[in-house]
């Protein structure tokens, strides 16, 4: 019995995730308390990295020009990507991910009932989203994860009681952490840039 999709969808056999795992077109999300992580066969949507300085000025009554001072830069990620699914089994884990996403976002409670302060999550897969030469990913603190069934693309109903999107896009606002570099530790900054 083959299932029935209300709308023909022309993907290999080997589904989404195995030709996005061929492809290493995966991106993992991992929960630094817990070490949990969830991977997703992802098609990039959209993405913005914006980078702000906190710059403060004072005037002085014995200065023609104001002091102009910068406090801090943030990092602010703005990515969009879309889950397809291929199968039942896929639609499923890809859910169940989606799921483990969200909790995520909530603070791992301590022994004595505390929360930990903050919710860091690593996300990798994505070059865009490099630290530094070295580390191909970039830890955030999630502010917002939308996720959207992209309803016109299809479901997947094997019964009466299941029905799965084929299309499903995950949206995520976060404020990315600056590493920390070590004293003695290469600077993050390359010294040399390719010519072209």
Do not use: W
Request: charged share 20%.
């Amino acid at each position: 019995m083959t299932t029935p999709y209300s709308r023909p969808i022309y993907i290999d056999a080997v589904g989404v995730g195995g030709f996005a795992a061929a492809r290493e077109y995966i991106l993992t999300f991992t929960h630094i308390e817990t070490g949990h992580s969830v991977s997703f066969p992802a098609a990039i949507q959209n993405f913005s990295d914006t980078h702000t300085a906190e710059i403060s000025d004072k005037v002085f009554a014995d200065r023609m020009d104001p002091l102009i001072s910068q406090a801090s830069t943030g990092r602010k990620i703005s990515l969009a990507f879309k889950v397809l699914n291929a199968s039942v089994e896929e639609a499923r884990h890809n859910e169940q991910s989606i799921n483990m996403l969200i909790q995520m976002m909530y603070p791992k409670l301590r022994n004595n009932g505390k929360a930990s302060t903050g919710s860091f999550i690593k996300i990798s897969g994505f070059n865009m989203l490099k630290d530094s030469p070295t580390e191909k990913s970039a830890i955030c603190l999630v502010n917002k994860i939308n996720y959207s069934l992209n309803i016109d693309e299809g479901f997947i109903t094997p019964n009466t009681e299941e029905c799965h999107p084929v299309s499903i896009t995950i949206d995520i606002s976060a404020e990315a952490i600056l590493p920390d570099v070590p004293k003695g530790s290469p600077s993050p900054i390359p010294t040399n840039y390719p010519s072209y």
